[in-house]
């Protein structure tokens, strides 16, 4: 009807696919995209705003730019109608987070050039593949991410819960009634690699949901020499990794990786283990942010902040558990948001 168009697409957790993003770069007049290379930050608002010479109208609440979003779901929103230039004052004011937006340091506008980085790194669907997901991508390592890692509030921690049995193999928990709480989305722990790139996770967060590292494991390791062998989870999780420098800036980004996990029963030890890269790059007692993803391509996103940075002080406080300290001065730490 002669108008134009100007949109801001979130692209946190691959929400957005290429196509999309193509579309609105044909169609509207402005287009950009906002992103955080921290999971626990998603770029959320539904906020449509509408200007002509003489009304406007600002329409905020939980509807998607989808067909059920703005059409057939059950819904909620606000709807301001503005008249103009009677009220332009007060339409400045409904209107005044979109200029806000513009100047925040996460926006980005984009070209056909910011698309095919963007998917080059990983950072978008495919609505040519199944379920917009496709076969797990291969390991891919990037020297830095596209966005900053902008300060951000501390999550709240969850209360500590009481350790449930854990069966230790995939028998004994078919035969007994397990119950499923309600999963956290995410654990915090530090963690300190070892020189073979092992990691050490935490048998008590386990105990307390083992449904969140899909425990027990229902394979087996195959052993080199003649040992038994070990509950292993198979297939490997595919994870996502990104860790940050002492700044809080992102320093080394890998995509795609298979996350080796292995239940060493006879020492009651949950152990991963991580590529060279990430060894390299890790410092020890450096907090794990470990969120679960399943979004068909990926398992777990590991965000990786080392002692000194901004967000390893906001984190620690959601550690809120002592892991047992094997004779050490000061014990790990985890918690869960």
């Given at each position: ?22 579309f609105s770069l044909a169609t509207f007049a402005r287009s950009y995209v906002w992103q955080h290379p921290n ?299």
């Open positions: 009807a002669g108008g134009e168009v100007a949109a801001v697409f979130g692209i946190d957790q691959r929400g957005t696919s290429r196509q999309a993003l193509e999971l626990l930050v998603t770029f959320h608002p539904k906020m449509y705003l509408f200007e002509g010479p003489s009304r406007a109208e600002a329409h905020i609440g939980s509807c998607n730019m989808t067909v059920g979003g703005l059409e057939t779901n059950c819904e909620a929103a606000v709807r301001l109608v503005f008249d103009l230039p009677a009220e332009k004052a007060e339409w400045a004011a409904a209107s005044a987070g979109w200029a806000a937006l513009m100047a925040h340091p996460n926006l980005r506008p984009l070209t056909a050039g910011e698309i095919k980085g963007l998917d080059g790194a990983g950072l978008l669907l495919d609505e040519t593949l199944p379920a917009f997901g496709g076969s797990p991508k291969q390991p891919k390592t990037h020297a830095g991410v596209v966005f900053p890692a902008t300060p951000f509030v501390a999550p709240s921690p969850r209360k500590k819960k009481a350790a449930q049995p854990v069966p230790a193999t995939a028998a004994a928990a078919s035969a007994a009634k397990v119950t499923h709480p309600s999963l956290p989305s995410t654990l915090l722990i530090q963690i300190v690699p070892h020189h073979n790139g092992e990691v050490f996770l935490s048998m008590s967060a386990v105990a307390q949901y083992p449904r969140f590292f899909n425990f027990p494991f229902k394979g087996l390791t195959t052993p080199k020499k003649d040992n038994p062998p070990y509950p292993q989870r198979l297939p490997d999780p595919v994870t996502d990794w990104t860790v940050y420098d002492s700044s809080g800036a992102p320093l080394l980004k890998v995509l795609g990786f298979p996350l080796n996990t292995v239940y060493y029963d006879k020492k009651s030890e949950l152990r991963v283990t991580i590529s060279p890269q990430l060894l390299a790059t890790i410092a020890a007692d450096s907090i794990l942010q470990m969120t679960r993803v399943e979004d068909g391509m990926t398992d777990y996103s590991c965000d990786v902040f080392p002692p000194g940075s901004p967000q390893f002080a906001s984190l620690m406080q959601a550690c809120n558990q002592e892991m047992p300290s094997g004779g050490k001065a000061v014990a790990r730490r985890f918690g869960w948001v």
